[in-house]
């Protein structure tokens, strides 16, 4: 994988200076923090790339597996919107959020030009948002699996800085197995399973022409499959421009697989939705993981076993 | 739990006989027959309890984890449809009905007025045929994983023979944390799983005012959770005049749930969803099952720790 700035003095006609946005807002929308010290690692490396950061006051709150009560938590999200730093980001994925999506007043959210960003469970919170308001939010890092890892990926921290400051105009990967495709659309998606979990809800953004991306942790392939097959008779596959898989992780084939893999699950996906499908997103439950912007207008093309994906088009 | 059968005295002004349809044909639709012998047991049962049995042809066929392929599947279904035995059952569940939806011929197989009889993964068929056509099926045992079992049990072999012979009228089961309820409404529901990934398709029924049964296995009380709340979110469990929870097994909680367990998830669905809930429906992936029949107008009591599904009213 690459990531293609392109050289100031190709475009030193625009005046507009890229300035990342410098302070960002902690909060644990979904499950409790289990080391506090990797919260004080995140906190620390986000310092050396430049961000200030504050932990909201319930950020480490404990309630059963979750990062305290709904109440606690929601909470902590009303503070977030109503806070003045610019990035709002989670501390960590679990589970949580699903059941909260009718009391998050996703007006204040969008109102407010934050910066939201996170992943997993937080794939409801984007595309709630979204759904909601057609508001602009992130797909990214997480600050204690992330920045709070022992071994943290440059690249992870490279792409994320870059990514919200709009440095980083095309994201290019190696996608050897990735159909031919020239599009642009909505770019919208993130785990698999909380996408799929939106199905028949206010919550599902409905998305014409877009670029939907996919990923997840710990489901079978027959999970996968299972999922998209949702995906595929709610009518959602077929509306978009192209599918972008990311990395599926941390699965077990059994013995009675016989042969059934992810693989198969991407020839049937293939074989069964004429739409184009891409593989090799970084993006994932992987140590690598590019920030993608959820509800943002963006290309995609693929060419000589790379793929292409234009975030950021100066205007 | 007891299964009440009224006495033929109190109603013998009917005149009508309770014959048990007596020839099962059995099909492979979703995964392969791991052991063949099994399956001869369950014939052997099957045989001892009344019924003649034909296997499809394709029945131990095996395509990756899945009983043949996609066409040999549907080419069994259909043949089941075509056949004269009056019941087709499955042998077993697994995964693969979910892909085969749209291939099926729903109309002949409400047209052909067979009793269509399995669990797990079935539960796609027994709601798709539903949602298309409004015809009754049945979730119940499969062959290879009831009768096919070494120590099979005699209460859902008993409960197998008199739901379709229609002599069980009412099934009664302790449930001694029922809410009060005394309603009446379409029984349907089965596999949670199965049931939540049929949201925003064209297979789930639009059912109002029904009685919603559902199970599940393997599924840690956060995807149980995450599943309901799907159904919450889409407006479908408060549509519902009861939500019955049957057995949900074989899940592995861990040290960060700290308390939070399938408890937490009854507790929090009742204080969410206004909506009489039912525990203890002998029901789901363990020996002792309900067969149940699944778009039929039923009725549910509780008194005095008891629950009173009314399966059968005489006219």
């Known amino acids: 994988m690459t990531s293609t700035s392109t050289a100031s003095s190709l475009h030193d006609h625009h005046s507009h200076v890229h300035a990342t946005p410098d302070g960002i807002y902690l909060i644990s929308p979904s499950g409790a923090v289990a080391d506090p010290a990797s919260l004080d690692l995140a906190k620390s490396r986000l310092g050396e790339l430049g961000f200030k950061t504050t932990v909201d006051r319930s950020a480490l709150e404990v309630h059963q597996r979750f990062a305290g009560t709904d109440k606690q938590r929601l909470?902590?999200?009303?503070?977030?919107?109503?806070?003045?730093?610019?990035?709002?980001?989670?501390?960590?994925?679990?589970?949580g959020l699903s059941r909260l999506l009718p009391l998050i007043d996703w007006q204040a959210a969008a109102d407010s030009n934050k910066i939201f960003i996170g992943q997993s469970d937080f794939t409801v919170f984007n595309?709630?948002?979204?759904?909601t308001t057609g508001a602009i939010s992130y797909a990214g890092p997480t600050a204690i699996f992330d920045f709070g890892n022992k071994k943290m990926d440059d690249l992870t921290a490279a792409l994320f800085v870059e990514t919200l400051s709009e440095e980083l105009e095309i994201l290019s990967f190696e996608a050897p197995d990735a159909d031919p495709v020239d599009a642009r659309g909505i770019l919208w998606g993130g785990n698999l399973a909380m996408v799929a979990s939106l199905l028949g809800t206010p919550w599902m953004p409905q998305i014409d022409g877009g670029i939907l991306f996919l990923e997840d942790v710990g489901e079978h392939p027959f999970r996968i499959e299972r999922m998209l097959t949702q995906l595929w008779h709610s009518g959602v596959l077929a509306r978009q421009n192209a599918i972008v898989l990311g990395r599926f992780t941390d699965y077990r084939l059994a013995a009675h697989d016989n042969g059934y893999n992810l693989d198969a699950v991407v020839t049937w996906l293939r074989a069964t939705v004429k739409v184009p499908v891409i593989t090799g997103l970084p993006y994932g439950h992987v140590k690598i993981k590019a920030t993608l912007p959820i509800g943002k207008k963006v290309g995609i093309a693929t060419e000589d076993g790379m793929a292409h994906l234009v975030l950021h088009e100066h205007a």
Do not use: E, S
């Open 127 to 131: 595309l709630a948002l979204l759904a």
């Open 75 to 95: 909470a902590g999200i009303a503070r977030a919107i109503k806070q003045p730093l610019p990035i709002v980001m989670a501390t960590r994925g679990g589970y």
